[in-house]
C-alpha cells in the first residue's frame, strides 16, 4: 500500500512580507524544490525577483547547498551591468 503524498503549502499571498523587506507582489513559478516570486524589496525600492525553499522541503539536506551557488553567480551577473 503506497502513501499519499502531504498536500504542499499554498504560497505566500501578495502583500506577505517573504523576509524582512521583501513584500510578495505575486507568485511566478513554483518548480519541485523552489518559489520564485516577484517582490518589491523596500531597502532598495524596486521590484526584484525572490527564490526562496518551498516551505515543504526547507529542512531537506542538500538543497540550502544547491540554491547557494545559483545565487552567487546571479549576483555576480548583475553586478556586471
Known amino acids: ?3 499519499t503524498p502531504a498536500p504542499t503549502p499554498p504560497p505566500p499571498a ?6 524582512p ?5 505575486a507568485h ?6 523552489l518559489d520564485l516570486y516577484d517582490a518589491w524589496s ?3 525600492e524596486c521590484r526584484c525577483v525572490v527564490k ?5 522541503r526547507r529542512g531537506e ?9 545559483r545565487l552567487i553567480a546571479v ?3 548583475s553586478a556586471r551591468w
Open 42 to 44: 523596500q531597502e532598495r
Open 21 to 25: 523587506r521583501y513584500e510578495v507582489l
Open 52 to 56: 526562496v525553499l518551498r516551505p515543504d
Open 14 to 19: 501578495a502583500d506577505t512580507m517573504l523576509a
Open 61 to 69: 539536506h542538500g538543497l540550502r547547498e544547491q540554491l547557494l551557488p
Open 1 to 3: 500500500m503506497s502513501r
Open 28 to 33: 511566478l513559478c513554483r518548480t519541485d524544490w
Open 75 to 77: 549576483h555576480r551577473a
